[in-house]
């Protein structure tokens, strides 16, 4: 074998692995982990023989699939440091792109999370790198002003699978991505969707208003004891005048106290 042939044979199996490890992610974000190694074969073009050569069991295979997607995301990331945008907005486009590539592939997640028996040197790297990129990130992010200073990288990794499983759930692509825009929103520091008040549920399921259930006005609500229905004495009379008036039934009307 001439250096020429051993050279086209090696590109040709760097080819090959490559190609497989395509079809294997896309079979099982697709399908789960119960897709037969003979369709990813079928989906990449080659034969069985050439994916056991590669990876000799399907937990090697899913190994290699997830190392190659935490290692894409990390070089993503570390182009974005690299780069000339506001450090916010490289934090948010990458957060963006790892909710778009990972909201399918939530059970491969949850199988190298369960299952502790195989080794995993080379996926233990990738996740580490993912994380000090994404730690990186945030923290230029926070200095510069653009995101919450009370986050940490357990709160952002959380996050992201919240918003990556409410893409997945969302049956319009363009609506879900809006959702997770909009969730996402609440980790800027203008414009926080939390603040540290008393939060106090005022819909219908807790029993108050929003207005005066008479007039309409717009009503100053307590934090403690019974939820406020009316403006004032007037409405409360008004209100309670009108279910005398309308009660056939006999019972005695019940009193507000409000």
């Known amino acids: 074998m001439t250096t020429a042939t051993g050279g086209g044979d090696r590109a040709a199996a760097r080819r090959n692995r490559a190609t497989v490890l395509s079809a294997a992610g896309e079979a099982f974000a697709e399908r789960g982990l119960d897709v037969p190694l003979s369709e990813i074969a079928r989906r990449a073009g080659v034969g069985a023989g050439t994916v056991y050569r590669h990876f000799p069991s399907k937990q090697a295979l899913l190994e290699a699939v997830f190392v190659g997607h935490l290692s894409g995301l990390a070089a993503s990331g570390e182009r974005r440091m690299a780069g000339t945008v506001p450090p916010a907005d490289a934090f948010f486009g990458l957060l963006l792109e790892v909710i778009e590539k990972s909201h399918l592939r939530g059970h491969l997640c949850d199988v190298l999370a369960a299952d502790a028996s195989w080794p995993r040197p080379l996926l233990a790297a990738a996740s580490l790198r993912f994380r000090r990129v994404l730690t990186a990130l945030l923290h230029a992010a926070q200095r510069a002003g653009g995101v919450r200073p009370d986050l940490g990288l357990g709160d952002v990794l959380a996050l992201t699978v919240g918003c990556a499983a409410m893409l997945d759930a969302h049956h319009d692509r363009r609506a879900g991505r809006r959702l997770v825009r909009l969730t996402l929103d609440g980790l800027r520091t203008s414009g926080a969707v939390t603040e540290h008040r008393p939060f106090r549920d005022t819909g219908a399921g807790s029993g108050g208003a929003a207005g005066c259930e008479e007039c309409g006005a717009r009503l100053t609500l307590r934090p403690t004891g019974r939820p406020v229905r009316y403006c004032g004495a007037t409405c409360r009379q008004r209100a309670r ?18």
């Open 241 to 258: 005048r009108r279910r005398l008036a309308g009660s056939h039934d006999g019972n005695p009307p019940v009193t507000d106290v409000h």
